[in-house]
């Protein structure tokens, strides 16, 4: 499988997993991967969690930091640990 479609799929399943609720979000972010803006749709994803203080988990947090790493994106995790339960 090629990077962009791994990033994609990876994008994918964190929205899947996330505890986002609101359908305009996840509408959002979903349209962001399908336009091929991978980076944009997590920074997006990561913004809404945080905003919204959505509690994620420690194997959640450890697939979005994996997740940055690989979009070299680590910048969208900041204070996202405060969202650990």
């Known amino acids: ?3 962009h ?3 994609k799929l990876l994008v994918l399943q964190l929205l899947e997993d996330s505890p986002l609720v609101s ?6 972010v979903r349209h962001l991967v399908a336009v091929g803006e991978e980076d944009l749709a997590f920074r997006t994803m990561c913004s809404w ?3 919204d203080d959505l509690k994620i988990s420690g194997e959640y947090y450890n697939r979005l930091v ?3 790493g690989a979009l070299g994106d680590v910048s969208s995790m900041e204070k996202m640990d405060e969202l650990l339960e």
Do not use: H
């Not at 359908?23 to 959002?28: Q, R, S």
């Open 1 to 3: 499988m090629e990077r």
């Open 5 to 7: 479609e791994s990033i």
């Open 23 to 28: 359908a305009e979000v996840i509408a959002d």
């Open 49 to 51: 969690i945080y905003e």
């Open 66 to 68: 994996e997740a940055a």
